[in-house]
């Protein structure tokens, strides 16, 4: 096994650095306090290639892959994991176009991202998170066009973006073989984006409620065969899931970075509270947790990289790694102490960011069921 990174690798990772230390992390208490979408950082990082990473070079994006993505998102997840998500969020959307879409689909809506456009993934409905298959959005077949009617719900990006993929029921009684997977454009009449919902980490990436009345969708817009939606999304996750451990890490070098530095010079009976073992031991164990997670994340984004079935060990890097920033940023606050409760301090926000990461892109247990299920497949 090769752990380097290759010269290309480490320049994009040097340069993601930069521009998170440079760019990202003085505005990153304003985009949380404003709950601003981070504009003016998308279109420097979108000018510096930091973004749509993954769309082949055919289509004008960089031509890299999932480990480029990872490392990257890491990097940007070190200054806000908001920002890092609304940056890099845009993958998401690739591979799904890529999963399903023919060939002028592929074009056009690749090359518009490669543009700068923003699109959104909606799947998650108010009934249906983890549980793909309840959605309850439909899109019946009329002649050569589907008409859609539903909502979903926690919908990142929507506010942004200029069109969607959007998971619906085309066959209701055959669940998960009956979803389908359409591009729709945000402007088609019956589509509205309802509520920008309030929460309480990763501001900077705003959430919103989308609501579909009756909206005309050209069957030329379906990506695969009808029916095909949920093997499009659950080969997405196995993709996306990768770039959310990356945010995870990001954030838990973070706490690491912050804590190492007040450890040391932080005094109390006569010597810096790091020579504490009971303190020690908390930089020691979020040290080993972020490497092990660094490892996790890597080998499932290289096997995704190189046509490797990956599922469990997307759900290993997923798990594990958003796990341990959660628990990172609540033993910083700890290490801290009364001033890691303070908001003059990066510790509160980092512990807001860090637990939604154990809720989207399918929970911590739903990654823990299909860790059992691929274990009895064995």
């Not at 504009?39 to 031509?63: C, H, K, M, W």
């Not at 700890?334 to 399918?362: C, H, N, P, T, W």
Request: net charge negative.
């Amino acid at each position: 096994m090769d752990f380097d990174l290759s010269s290309e690798q480490r320049m994009i990772r040097d340069l993601a650095r930069n521009f998170s230390r440079k760019e990202i992390a003085p505005a990153a208490a304003g985009l949380d306090c404003d709950e601003d979408f981070p504009r003016e950082i998308y279109d420097r990082a979108q000018a510096l290639g930091l973004l749509n990473l993954t769309i082949p070079s055919d289509y004008g994006g960089v031509g890299l892959g999932v480990v480029d993505l990872v490392i990257v998102a890491e990097q940007l997840a070190w200054a806000c994991t908001g920002v890092g998500l609304a940056l890099e969020l845009n993958a998401v959307v690739t591979d799904a176009l890529l999963m399903g879409g023919d060939e002028p689909i592929k074009k056009e809506f690749l090359g518009r991202l490669a543009d700068g456009e923003i699109g959104c993934y909606a799947l998650t409905e108010p009934g249906a998170g983890s549980d793909v298959a309840g959605i309850e959005t439909t899109a019946l077949l009329q002649g050569d066009r589907y008409l859609v009617n539903g909502s979903k719900t926690w919908i990142s990006n929507a506010t942004e973006a200029k069109f969607a993929i959007v998971f619906a029921m085309t066959d209701p009684k055959q669940r998960q073989r009956g979803i389908t997977a359409l591009v729709v454009e945000m402007d088609t009449p019956g589509v509205t984006v309802e509520r920008r919902l309030e929460k309480l980490g990763q501001r900077a990436a705003p959430a919103a409620e989308l609501r579909f009345d009756n909206v005309e969708v050209p069957v030329a817009r379906r990506l695969g065969a009808e029916g095909r939606g949920f093997e499009v999304a659950m080969r997405v996750f196995d993709r996306s899931r990768p770039m959310i451990a990356a945010l995870a890490l990001g954030l838990t070098e973070r706490c690491l970075d912050e804590s190492l530095a007040y450890a040391s010079q932080r005094h109390t009976m006569g010597r810096p509270i790091i020579r504490h073992q009971a303190v020690g031991h908390k930089l020691a164990e979020m040290a080993m947790r972020l490497e092990a997670g660094r490892l996790l994340a890597y080998e499932a984004a290289w096997m995704a990289d190189t046509g490797r079935r990956n599922t469990m060990q997307v759900a290993f890097a997923k798990a594990f790694a958003t796990d341990t920033a959660t628990w990172a940023a609540s033993e910083a606050i700890q290490i801290f102490g009364a001033m890691g409760y303070s908001r003059e301090l990066s510790l509160e926000k980092l512990y807001r960011d860090a637990k939604v990461m154990q809720i989207y892109e399918g929970t911590n247990e739903i990654q823990r069921n299909i860790m059992v299920r691929e274990l009895s497949n064995r």
